[in-house]
């Protein structure tokens, strides 16, 4: 079931976000949070700083695991996830970057290293998933075509993908990598908890279809209709057509 909850903006969507993600790490200090990047979850992430730092919580026995990785770029490239993660939240809480996974894109066997990593997500349950939405609809990096019970996998990005994300890497689209490591849909939807945040009118179709369309491979968002647990919060740009 999806719960949708309206924000006038960023900043309101983000504060609401937290108080999902305050429940959850305030209770269980051994939490095990599914973690995204973009520029959605940067205003979450803040808020998360600030409580850590006002000694609210503690993230030293919590583990964290990231839903993707392009492939190829090497971790201490400053637009690979690793280095987004590092940079946005786990540089200023108490994790311990022991406990942070994010999927390997440089494994030799990239098979193999997409098994182990399901394998690990199967065995340490999500209690709150965060994910941004693509415009296309993609969730982590399951872009639409991708099958709604796809473990973790290697992708093609799909052009449209590597626009949107040409803004981080000089605006060049030939500088964004063509393939990423996800988890897949199955992966994401075993989360106890999901939360999902839309920020700006380019959302706005995507938001759309995920609530309102049906469960289709074309959306792959639409997936999160069948999940027990689930919270779209939108600011007003992305909850426009609604
Ligand atoms: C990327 C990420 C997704 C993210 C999406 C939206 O492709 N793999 O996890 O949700 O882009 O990003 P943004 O929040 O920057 O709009």
Redesign the pocket.
């Known amino acids: 079931m999806i719960v949708l909850k309206k924000a006038k903006n960023y900043e309101e969507m983000s504060k609401m976000a937290y108080s999902i993600v305050k429940d959850v790490v305030t209770n269980n200090p051994n939490a095990t949070l599914g973690l995204?990047?973009?520029?959605?979850?940067i205003g979450l992430y803040k808020e998360m700083i600030k409580d850590y730092q006002a000694g609210v919580v503690s993230y030293k026995n919590m583990l964290s695991i990231n839903?993707?990785e392009y492939v190829g770029l090497p971790v201490e490239h400053p637009e690979s996830?690793r280095s987004f993660m590092n940079t946005n939240l786990f540089n200023h809480i108490d994790i311990d970057k022991a406990n942070t996974n994010v999927p390997n894109g440089l494994a030799d066997d990239i098979e193999k290293a997409c098994k182990d990593y399901s394998a690990f997500i199967a065995s340490h349950p999500i209690d709150v998933q965060i994910?941004?939405?693509?415009?296309n609809g993609?969730?982590?990096?399951n872009e639409p075509g991708t099958p709604l019970d796809a473990p973790t996998h290697l992708v093609e990005l799909k052009e449209k993908?590597r626009l949107?994300?040409a803004r981080f890497f000089d605006g060049d689209i030939n500088k964004v990598p063509t393939h990423?490591v996800?988890m897949g849909l199955k992966d994401i939807m075993s989360a106890k908890k999901i939360v999902l945040?839309a920020?700006?009118s380019n959302?706005a179709q995507a938001v759309f279809d995920m609530l309102n369309g049906p469960i289709s491979t074309d959306c792959p968002a639409s997936v999160l209709q069948s999940h027990p647990d689930v919270t779209v919060i939108c600011d007003e740009g992305a909850s426009s057509l609604l």
Do not use: E, M, V, W
């Not at 994910?131 to 415009?135: A, C, K, N, V, W």
């Open positions: 995204a990047t973009g520029s959605t979850p839903l993707d996830y994910l941004g939405i693509g415009g993609h969730i982590a990096f993908t949107d994300n990423a996800t945040l920020s700006g959302k």
